[in-house]
């Protein structure tokens, strides 16, 4: 059995972490760095090259693509996919969850619980939609964004519209969310893997902060996911279509609402959080599906 991470730097926590697991469980994970991918169609066959080696057949393969290489990220993932390999996740469902808006459209069709928001790009309904939003003070947040980057939280409607405009002047779109002011500070991180949570944590801001990602000083700690927030993940993470995913939900006073699901979310801040080990479900899933693909 042979299996693959595309990453772009193998000296990563987490590619560290797989590897060792993978070795931990008797397979092979090599690791493949999607900028190195050429992609050649030829109006007869497509191939995928690195140098000028063609990859071997590997049984399954694993992206984690970062935000600043979506774009051609996917297109090398949806190359492994034409060539008939199994990835986790899937070219379609990282791109659908990357779009912050367009994974809320997708979870609220499908009756998962998401926070009041509101996508609009008329500079007339700037003065009436914080109001229909819980009012002053709102999240704003750009479509494209991570760890905690691209979210921000205002607190008067000179400082909302003028925040908007000027995002819009630089082509960025943005969409206006209710604050969720029961549970600020304060949000679960539910990591699925297959149909499992198989860690989560409780993350909390850092002083003075609203935001709790580990990356802006948030503080993580283990918790057992009560069964309504666990089954709101696994049913996000399903609709999504993701195997793999990070999902963060946050308390609101009709029960779990889901804020966001993440296609390649970091494990070296959970696995010490919570002292669980995740990149060795990671491998196991990986090793599933490879031995269903082969029967
Ligand atoms: N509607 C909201 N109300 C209150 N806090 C929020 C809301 N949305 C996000 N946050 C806080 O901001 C953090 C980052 O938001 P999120 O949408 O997960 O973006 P990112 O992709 O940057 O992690 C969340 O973990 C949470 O702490
Ligand atoms: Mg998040």
């Not at 109006?43 to 984690?64: C, I, T």
């Not at 607190?155 to 600020?184: M, N, P, R, Y």
């Not at 850092?206 to 580990?214: D, L, Q, T």
Request: aromatic residues 4%; hydrophobic residues 45%; proline residues 3%.
């Amino acid at each position: 059995m042979r299996l693959a991470v595309l990453s772009r730097n193998r000296n990563l926590h987490s590619i560290r972490r797989l590897i060792q697991e993978a070795g931990r469980l008797g397979v092979r994970l090599d690791t493949i760095n999607p900028m190195e991918c050429q992609i050649i169609v030829d109006g007869r066959e497509s191939r995928l090259v690195v140098g000028n080696q063609e990859l071997p057949e590997y049984d399954a393969v694993l992206p984690r693509i970062g935000a600043s290489i979506t774009s051609y990220g996917l297109a090398v993932v949806k190359q492994f996919e034409a060539m008939g390999i199994r990835t986790v996740n899937s070219a379609e469902a990282i791109a659908q969850s990357r779009d912050k808006f367009r994974a809320l459209q997708l979870l609220n069709a499908e009756g998962v619980r998401v926070p009041k928001t509101i996508l609009t790009r008329s500079a007339r309904s700037l003065r009436s939609i914080p109001k229909s939003c819980g009012g002053m003070p709102v999240i704003l947040k750009l479509l494209k964004g991570t760890q905690g980057v691209g979210v921000m939280l205002l607190h008067t409607q000179a400082s909302f519209q003028s925040v908007v405009e000027t995002l819009w002047e630089f082509g960025e779109d943005v969409f206006l969310q209710e604050f969720l002011k029961e549970s600020a500070g304060r949000d679960y991180r539910a990591f699925v893997v297959g149909d499992k949570v198989v860690a989560a944590m409780l993350r909390t801001a850092a002083e003075g902060e609203f935001r709790s990602n580990i990356h802006r000083g948030g503080e993580g700690t283990l918790v057992k996911l009560p069964a309504s927030y666990r089954r709101a993940a696994i049913r996000a993470a399903r609709v999504m279509g993701l195997e793999v995913a990070g999902v963060d939900l946050m308390e609101s006073r009709a029960g779990p609402v889901v804020i966001e699901v993440n296609s390649s979310p970091g494990f070296e801040g959970i696995e010490r959080a919570t002292g669980l080990n995740i990149a060795g479900q990671i491998i196991a899933h990986m090793i599933k599906l490879a031995r269903k693909k082969g029967r």
